[in-house]
């Protein structure tokens, strides 16, 4: 007669449904008293008891049972249905489309019990073929946090992207600047076009084209007060953004700006055609608007940027709004700004991002110490 097996033991059976060796433990009771049972199966007694051991194995170290079909795919899908709340609907459109176009379809098959660094790190390696180091980091990212948040939920036991590195990969687009003849150039050009007011106060105030776009009148002063000590000039104030919210991109980033008189005139003139051409403008109160008076989006200002780039002259790149930022660097860098105060002007914490981002815009040769070395050893 065969041993009955003692208490905590589990039992071991076969299952003819599945023609598979069963073997089950009870590892609880629900507050209703209903057993919690762990069970593994295998096409033989070894098997089957060797995988209730790996069960057991991931219960004691607190880990829910999760399916054994769970896969990338299914933690990446989770993410993006619940792991961006709070965010705008062009942040989760971007990481959608990226995760659906280089995620899903190299990794998502992948079971994520078994996805390993060597996986990922492989997967990276491929993409840095064709893709630039910036997109890379954010795919990187992106998976990083699925897989953070599948670990949270008990469906997988660590993390294996955060242990790799994110290789170099191709030369992204570089940023260029206008310079000062081709940025008058484009100031003559855009007088008349609807988008004068938008292309002067970018180059001239060096604002963000997110900043720009949130702008209302009610936070520009086209007129300021001579009448105080000391003079307060006509500026615009920058506390707001297309974001999230409406946060500007940093603390640092909600500042107030004074306004040059060329740009002055332009945001006179665009703020009377305004009036003129749409009488219910004050129900949104922003500056910079559609024809319909609604917030413009990325495409709306490069489509009428980039018509008056070409009637500028401005053939030889594929010219982008946010370069007139980087024109605005370098050309009160060319004209000897010193650079924490251009960093001031670009709403950076410090020099830093000013030094990384704009590094090949900022112009003025540092002429002092050649000099010195000239009055000591001769010309």
């Not at 096409?43 to 054994?68: N, S, W, Y």
């Not at 922003?286 to 413009?296: D, E, Q, Y």
Request: charged fraction near 25%; charge should be positive.
């Amino acid at each position: 007669m065969t041993a009955r097996r003692g208490r905590g033991e589990g039992s071991l059976y076969w299952d003819e449904d599945r023609q598979r060796f069963i073997a089950a433990v009870v590892v609880g009771y629900t507050p209703a008293g209903k057993r919690i049972m762990r069970r593994g199966s295998g096409k033989t007694k070894t098997e089957a008891r060797a995988k209730l051991k790996e069960v057991l194995r991931d219960h004691e170290d607190g880990l829910a049972i999760a399916p054994q079909n769970y896969t990338v795919a299914d933690a990446v899908r989770d993410w993006l249905a619940y792991g961006l709340n709070g965010r705008s609907a062009a942040t989760v459109t971007k990481c959608t489309g990226m995760c659906n176009t280089h995620i899903i379809p190299d990794l998502g098959a992948r079971k994520l019990r078994v996805l390993s660094a060597s996986d990922v790190d492989k997967w990276l390696a491929a993409k840095a073929k064709t893709l630039s180091t910036a997109t890379l980091q954010n795919l990187h990212n992106y998976l990083n946090r699925a897989v953070t948040r599948a670990m949270a939920r008990d469906k997988v036991k660590r993390n294996v992207v955060a242990l790799c590195g994110v290789p170099t990969g191709q030369p992204g687009r570089p940023s260029r600047s206008l310079t000062l003849a081709q940025a008058s150039a484009l100031l003559d050009a855009a007088k008349g076009a609807p988008a004068e007011a938008y292309i002067v106060t970018s180059l001239l105030t060096g604002a963000r084209t997110e900043e720009l776009r949130a702008l209302t009148w009610a936070h520009v002063d086209l007129v300021g007060l001579d009448d105080v000590d000391p003079p307060i000039p006509p500026s615009i104030q920058v506390w707001r953004s297309v974001r999230a919210g409406g946060d500007t991109k940093t603390k640092k980033s909600r500042r107030t700006l004074a306004i040059p008189a060329r740009c002055v005139v332009a945001l006179t003139a665009h703020q009377a055609k305004q009036r003129k051409d749409r009488p219910d403008w004050q129900e949104t109160d922003l500056v910079f608007s559609t024809s319909s008076g609604a917030a413009l989006d990325a495409a709306n200002v490069r489509r009428a940027f980039r018509a008056v780039a070409r009637k500028a002259g401005l053939t030889d790149h594929n010219w982008t709004p946010r370069e007139l930022r980087h024109s605005f660097v370098s050309l009160l860098s060319s004209g000897g700004m010193r650079i924490e105060e251009i960093a001031d002007l670009m709403g950076h914490a410090g020099t830093r991002v000013t030094e990384a981002v704009y590094r090949h815009e900022l112009r003025p040769v540092l002429l002092n110490g050649a000099v010195a070395m000239d009055k000591i050893f001769g010309a």
